[in-house]
């Protein structure tokens, strides 16, 4: 009787370990991702809504930062491992933090720039350098005035952009470092003489009736916003990078192929769930439709190192000689970062042998 019992509870035991393991193995995992508030957000945002993290296999946490410098700036704290943000704090944190750019988010050149009201001297000069003829302001204009700016951003590349299409450079303005709310609400009220904003902050600016002086892609530049990874941990994991890429080109594959104007309801929720902050079906129309999006197929392509530099590592090593040049970075720095091979196809690669994508 009780070798019997002994016998029924080691098997009752073996059953519930063997369901334990199991379990265990279908459990997905946590990866911690970052952030800022804008459009690429949204897609990962989306696509946990959805549950295709888990269809996955992963568990996906979204942290918010307020600017692409003080996310790169918590990676060596752990607090994330994958995430998207500007190709500029990217640079900095391959040069810092060894972080790779494992994809493309979307384009951000139509929706960085640099904002002055509309009795600002600046706006009164168009086409000063004949070879941007949208660009307003002039050097007399321009030169020793002061921009409110979130510095080593997309938008500093901005604010530098246009300074160099003017003949100028940032030493020869006053530029104050905000994050970007704050760089809006001080010049609504009536602090500096121009702002540089990125979207969808420089919507607002549109509806306060603030001119656009110069936007990164008017000025002849490109710049895209970066699916990022610390490489310690992608080298360690190159299957969940895979697995992260998978979900957020799965987002990418709903951008391209649904009607926009569908997807504003989502938006609008998505600004104020998980921003906090609270926009027009106008604004998050405009927002979805200036942001153009990759898939995988035009991501290999962008990626495609086999015949020389990519296109991926093309920008980002302009980026680098462009900051160097105007010395925010060291030519030492430059030499380090300034052929943009940190910028890999490795993980759209495995995205297939992961799970298939279609």
Same mark, same amino acid.
């Given at each position: 009787?009780?070798?019997?019992? %002994? ?22 995992? @946590?990866?911690? %991702? ?180 110069? %936007?990164?892609?008017?000025?002849? =530049? ?35 192929? =649904? ?18 902050? =609270? ?64 910028? %890999?196809? @490795? ?7 992961? @799970?298939?994508? @279609?």
């Amino acid at each position: 009787m009780f070798k019997k019992l %002994t016998a029924g509870i080691l098997a009752a035991v073996f059953c519930l370990a063997m369901g334990a393991m199991a379990f265990a193995a279908d459990k997905p995992v @946590k990866l911690r %991702t970052a952030w800022l508030d804008e459009h690429e957000a949204f897609l990962m945002w989306y696509a946990t809504e959805k549950g295709w993290d888990e269809e996955a296999g992963l568990d996906v946490e979204m942290l918010l930062f307020s600017s692409g410098m003080d996310m790169i700036n918590a990676l060596p704290a752990g607090e994330w491992s994958v995430g998207a943000t500007g190709a500029v704090p990217t640079m900095m944190g391959a040069l810092r933090y060894d972080v790779e750019v494992v994809a493309n988010g979307n384009d951000e050149s139509f929706c960085n720039c640099v904002m002055v009201r509309p009795d600002s001297p600046i706006a009164k000069v168009k086409g000063y350098n004949k070879d941007f003829p949208d660009v307003l302001g002039s050097p007399e204009t321009v030169k020793g005035k002061t921009f409110l700016c979130t510095t080593v951003s997309s938008a500093h590349f901005a604010l530098s952009s246009w300074l160099k299409v003017l003949g100028l450079k940032d030493s020869d303005v006053v530029i104050k470092n905000m994050d970007q709310a704050q760089a809006l609400s001080a010049f609504e009220k009536g602090i500096g003489d121009g702002v540089a904003l990125w979207a969808p902050h420089m919507y607002k600016g549109e509806e306060l009736g603030w001119k656009i002086a110069g %936007t990164v892609k008017n000025c002849g =530049e490109g710049l895209p916003i970066v699916v990022v990874a610390d490489k310690k941990f992608a080298d360690a994991n190159p299957e969940t990078v895979a697995a992260f890429l998978s979900v957020y080109l799965r987002a990418v594959d709903m951008l391209q192929n =649904e009607p926009l104007e569908s997807l504003v309801p989502e938006y609008q929720r998505f600004f104020l769930e998980w921003v906090g902050k =609270e926009y027009s079906a106008d604004i998050a129309l405009k927002d979805l439709q200036t942001h153009p999006v990759y898939n995988l197929k035009e991501q290999l392509a962008l990626f495609d190192a086999s015949k020389g530099q990519s296109q991926a590592q093309r920008w980002q090593g302009n980026l680098a000689h462009f900051f160097a040049g105007i010395g925010r970075i060291t030519d030492k720095e430059c030499e380090k970062v300034g052929d943009g091979k940190y910028a %890999t196809d @490795k993980y759209l690669k495995l995205i297939k042998e992961v @799970k298939p994508y @279609k």
